[in-house]
């Protein structure tokens, strides 16, 4: 069986996946094969340049005549357009990956999801961190009870790349078109890592208190002597419980100085607890009953979660790697005919989170999910 991939977007993500694309038959031969059919965009020069570079065979300017057409359907663009072009595929027949968050707004996630529901292919939703061996590995240690009774979750996603105030607005500091800013960008990584993790050891997250901030009003606009206004937030924090009555923290920020892409989650129970750093991603910190303090695991080892598919032990693998085994566990499940995690279910879960951290903010009160 060969897929034939229909792709919308072409920057960060496009790039991302269309990598991973390629990585696949040769790290991952049982996956499922794959051609890269048309890419969507609508610069028609752009658009040309992307997919030479990408080795797409087609290009397209408008998503509607090829989502039926496609076998599967990737939806990379911003925000404010996975709704309609999403639910078109599922409404067609054809299984469809969406990038996270979900949608800008909780009532776009809902109907998306209700789409996916209706339909009978799989709808995949794009959180590529828990394709992290290091993660994986983590979440076998809670599941086995190795933690003990599960006490703090703690999630913080910072980054540094809208600190300085001449920084040009781009669709990212627009809520009409991404909905929220660190919250949904960031956040939405971490609400979704929190409900992996812990799904089963401690819940659903069940009450959150949050708080939103943005440091900069507006933003130049690049190419021009305008400005535009910021309408997202710049940073957000939050409390969280869990059904269990666990509790946790939850932060992100786009403005915080000398962070790049630090995303690190912390767990204690009753017995050990872990640390992980995105940044460090080969590696956990593991803390288990008995020991005096954290030992760096080096999780590279053939056993390890995906290991077994790339280099000898020791032998590190990156960020993008994680994008190889997201696609992997998604296309299989497509030529499988089978449902797979994280689902756009999902990316719902994880909105209901973010929304009512945006509504405790706006109430000035904990919000009860």
Partial sequence: MTLDIGMLGYRFMGEAHANALDRLPMFFPEAPAVNKDVLVGRDEDA???????????????????????????????????HAEPSIAALEAGTPTFCEKPLAPTLDTAEEMAEAAADADVLA??????????????????????????????????LQDWLVDPEAPWSWRNDEEMAGSGALGDLGSHTVDLARFLLGDAAGEITDVSGHLRTFTEERPVEGSDETRPVTVDDAYSAQIAFDS????????????????NAHTIEI??????????????????????GDRGFQ???????????????WPPGHVIGWEHTFVHENYEFLSAVADGRQQEPSFADGLAAQRVLDAIEQSDDRGEWVSL
């Fill in 268 to 289: 204690e129970g009753s017995k050990g607890a872990i640390k992980f750093d995105l940044e460090r991603l080969n590696e956990l910190q593991v803390l288990t009953e």
């Fill in 245 to 260: 009555g666990a509790m946790g923290t939850l932060e992100a920020s786009r403005v915080a100085n000398g962070h790049k």
């Fill in 47 to 81: 658009l040309a340049d992307a997919a030479d570079q990408f080795g797409f065979d087609r290009t397209a300017t408008d998503w509607r005549d090829i989502v039926d057409e496609v076998d599967v359907f990737y939806n990379l663009g911003p925000n404010h357009v």
């Fill in 124 to 157: 995949g939703a794009a959180f590529n961190y828990r394709f992290v061996p290091a993660i994986q590995y983590a979440k076998g240690l809670i599941d086995d009870g190795v933690l003990g009774e599960i006490h703090h979750f703690r999630g913080q996603y």
């Fill in 296 to 310: 760096q695991v080096l999780i590279t080892d053939e056993d390890d979660p995906y290991v077994d598919h790339w």
